[in-house]
């Protein structure tokens, strides 16, 4: 199976925008750990990418948060908890910007035998 994001912008910064928040609170749930996010999203190497993409400069700056995320961990863990929760707050708000999306698709799909 191939999985291909939508090719609309708009679509994507709002998939993008979800797929974080997931990540961040699958972090907060003790559920995946940074290691882990950090082999789905918030690698540095990421950033370059989605801006080369055309990703809205505000989710990319929320994507660089991420990617401290293990520094502050490592660094000042009792403001892990508070920065981690900083930074779900900023993807949500940016989220509610974007209205629903009730004609496309987000992924596309082509299954191969």
Do not use: H
């Not at 948060?65 to 707050?89: A, G, M, Q, R, Y």
């Not at 989220?95 to 082509?110: F, N, R, S």
């Amino acid at each position: 199976m191939e999985l291909t994001i939508n090719d609309n912008n708009k679509i994507n910064d709002k998939f993008l925008l979800v797929l974080i928040i997931g990540i961040l609170n699958s972090i907060k749930e003790k559920v995946i750990s940074i290691d882990e996010a950090e082999k789905i999203l918030f690698l540095p190497g990421y950033v370059d990418d989605l801006k080369r993409i055309g990703i809205d400069k505000q989710i990319v700056k929320v994507v660089e948060f991420c990617c401290e995320l293990e520094d502050i961990s490592d660094i000042v863990p009792e403001k892990f908890e508070t920065e981690l929760n900083k930074i779900i707050d900023m993807a949500i708000n940016l989220l509610k910007q974007y209205p629903e999306e009730k004609k496309e698709y987000w992924l596309l799909t082509k299954f191969q035998p």
